[in-house]
C-alpha cells in the first residue's frame, strides 16, 4: 500500500486522538468514586440493618416496659385494698392473718416486678442511645455518599466533554486521510489493542517498544517515502520522521 508522508504523519495524530479517546474511557471506568460509592453502598446497607435491630429493640423493651408497669400496678392497687381491708378493722383473726400474709407477699411480688422494670428500662435506654448512633451514622454515610456521587458527576461531565471534542477532532482528521490507509490502520488497531500506527523513532518502534535489527532497518530505508511500512515484530503501521534514525 503507498501513501503520502504527509498523510502517514496524519496518521499519528488520528492514533494520538484514539489513545486519548481510549485513555478517556478507562479513566471514566476507574473513577476512585465508583469504589468510594461501592464502599458507601456497602456501608449504608450494613447500618441499615443495624439501626432496624437497635429499633426493633427499642420498640420491644418499649412494649415490655409498659406490661412490667402494669404487672406492678396491678399487684399495687391490690395492696391498697388489702391495707383498706386491714385498717377497716372488720376482719376476723383468721382473714387477718390471711391478708397480712397476702400482703407480704405482694411486697415482695412488687418489688421483683419494680426490679423489672428498671432492667427493662435500662436495655431500652441502651436501644434508643444505639439507634440515636446508627441513626447519626447513617445519615453521615448519606451525606458523604451524596457528595460522591456529586464529585463522580462533576467528573464524568468533564471527561465526556472532553471526550467529545477528542472524537469530533478525530472525525475530522481522519477524514483528510485516504480511506484504504485509515481502514487498514482501524483494523490493526483493533487487532493490537488499540493502536494501529506507531512512530519508528531512534531505529525503534514506538508500538512493540522493540528495536529493529539491521535487516529490518536496511528494508525501511530501501522503501519508498509513499510506501506504508510495517513494523516486523508487532505488525503495525509504522510511520517514518525525521527522527527515525534511518
Known sequence: MNAEPADQIRLLEVQALDSRIAQLDHKRKTLPEHAELERLGADHAQLRDLLVAAQTEESDTAREQTKAE??????????VRDQQRLDSGALGAKDLENVQR??????????????????????????????????????AVQAETAAAEARKTEALAAIDAEGFTAAKERE???????DDLIKLYDKLRGQGGGVGAARLYQKRCEGCRLELNI?????VRAAPANQ?????NCRRILVRTA????
Open 243 to 246: 527522527d527515525s534514525g534511518l
Open 102 to 139: 397476702e400482703l407480704a407477699s405482694l411486697a415482695k411480688r412488687q418489688s421483683d416486678l419494680e426490679d423489672v422494670v428498671l432492667d427493662v428500662m435500662e436495655r431500652r435506654e441502651t436501644a434508643q442511645e444505639r439507634a440515636a448512633e446508627l441513626g447519626g451514622r447513617v445519615e
Open 228 to 232: 506504508v511500512v510495517r513494523c516486523e
Open 172 to 178: 475530522v482528521l481522519a477524514s483528510t486521510v485516504p
Open 215 to 219: 535487516t529490518e532497518l536496511n528494508e
Open 70 to 79: 402494669q404487672d406492678v400496678d396491678q399487684v399495687r392497687q391490690r395492696a
